[in-house]
């Protein structure tokens, strides 16, 4: 009897981990907010800080290492998209740079940080508790001559506003061409490995709709035809759909 239970203390500890492993870092993107922004934000840099915020909006809004970062309802978001989809973020995953942003930059701070200083960090030792206190010790205690330069803006975002803003499967695409950025921070590197690691269901389909795919009876039998018909609409489509998409003209800025 005591060995069951010794065994059944074991299994529940190691799924009280497991779970506490998947709370902590960025979720599934898809999360809704209640942002809709109609065009690029505008982002100022917070003095001596790594960190931008959106001075104009209504909302705790931030970019730092190539995400942005918003608090909101208590919860930490977080996006490659200026305009979502957002993710939620655990307490233990939020960077120390950003929770390290005074009050002040908050630009619709919760009624609990109503009595704190305003050039200093929001209090979260006290607001997440022992168990986050002792996760990050020291959390604001930093060289602030050796601060990191920011990440560079994703500047190449502002054309895509309104009908235009991508769908959450194009963003990827869009993105790998026109962001270099490499971020420094885990739990974004995770977030950009999980993109890559989930190509959009266009890429996956392309190979089965190429012409090539036909088989050689079926191109040899259309052949006679197709030698008369070079300037065929066929052929023609093709070149324009090079030119005339939004990636051809974004592939020239690079942030």
């Known amino acids: 009897m005591r060995t069951l239970l010794i065994v059944l203390w074991m299994s529940l500890a190691a799924i009280t981990s497991a779970a506490a492993q998947v709370s902590v870092g960025i979720g599934m993107p898809g999360v809704s907010i209640g942002i809709n922004l109609p065009v690029y934000p505008q982002l100022v840099r917070v003095p001596g800080y790594p960190v931008y915020y959106a001075p104009q909006m209504n909302s705790n809004y931030f970019f730092y290492d190539g995400l942005y970062w918003v608090y909101q309802r208590d919860n930490w978001y977080a996006s490659s998209w200026y305009n979502g989809p957002w993710g939620l973020v655990g307490p233990e995953a939020v960077p120390l740079y950003v929770l390290r942003v005074p009050v002040r930059y908050y630009r619709r701070p919760p009624a609990y940080f109503h009595g704190w200083r305003s050039d200093a960090p929001p209090r979260w030792d006290e607001h997440w508790g022992n168990s986050w206190s002792q996760n990050h010790s020291g959390w604001n205690n930093w060289n602030r001559s050796a601060v990191p330069a920011p990440a560079p803006l994703p ?11 991508p769908q959450a499967e194009q963003q990827q695409s869009l993105q790998s061409r026109n962001y270099r950025y490499q971020p420094q921070e885990a739990v974004v590197q995770q977030h950009y490995q999980a993109q890559r ?45 090079e030119d005339k998409g939004p990636h051809g003209k974004d592939s020239g800025h690079r942030d």
């Open 155 to 165: 500047a190449y975002q502002r054309q895509y506003s309104g009908n235009r803003y």
């Open 197 to 241: 690691a989930s190509p959009p269901p266009h890429e996956q389909a392309a190979p089965t709709s190429h012409p090539q795919s036909a088989p050689p009876s079926q191109r040899e039998q259309k052949a006679p035809k197709s030698q008369g018909a070079n300037k065929g609409p066929q052929g023609h489509e093709g070149s324009q759909g």
